[in-house]
């Protein structure tokens, strides 16, 4: 067996032969029953984290601003005021001309 060398530059990221080999599986459809199921489990350990077996609990098959959308355009009315607090370790830089990262805003659908 040969090992890959250890690359220490901005690119090519090496990439974990484990990885490599779940790349190389078939595309499973988001609307299969694989799929559902995999959400079926989640949604169930979720409430098992939180101590209730009646909690409602909503999985979204996308980034977290795809479940921040969902839940803001669902519970706010065009015009509302809002508040969205949003912590991440990752620092944004800051664009030429802005002064830091823009404030979210309901937008109107």
Not at 55 to 73: H, P, Q, S
Not at 85 to 108: C, K, L, N
Request: charged content about 20%.
């Amino acid at each position: 067996m040969t090992t890959s060398p250890l690359l220490m530059i901005p690119g090519p990221t090496p990439v974990d032969p484990d990885v490599l080999a779940a790349l190389a599986e078939p595309v499973r459809s988001h609307t299969g029953p694989e799929n559902a199921a995999t959400m079926l489990r989640i949604q169930e350990g979720i409430r098992q984290l939180v101590g209730s077996a009646n909690a409602r609990v909503y999985c979204f098959a996308g980034a977290g601003t795809l479940a921040m959308e969902a839940a803001l355009v669902n519970h706010a009315s065009p015009g509302d005021r809002v508040v969205v607090e949003h912590r991440s370790s990752v620092p944004r830089p800051r664009r030429r001309g802005r002064p830091g990262p823009p404030s979210a805003r309901a937008r109107s659908r």
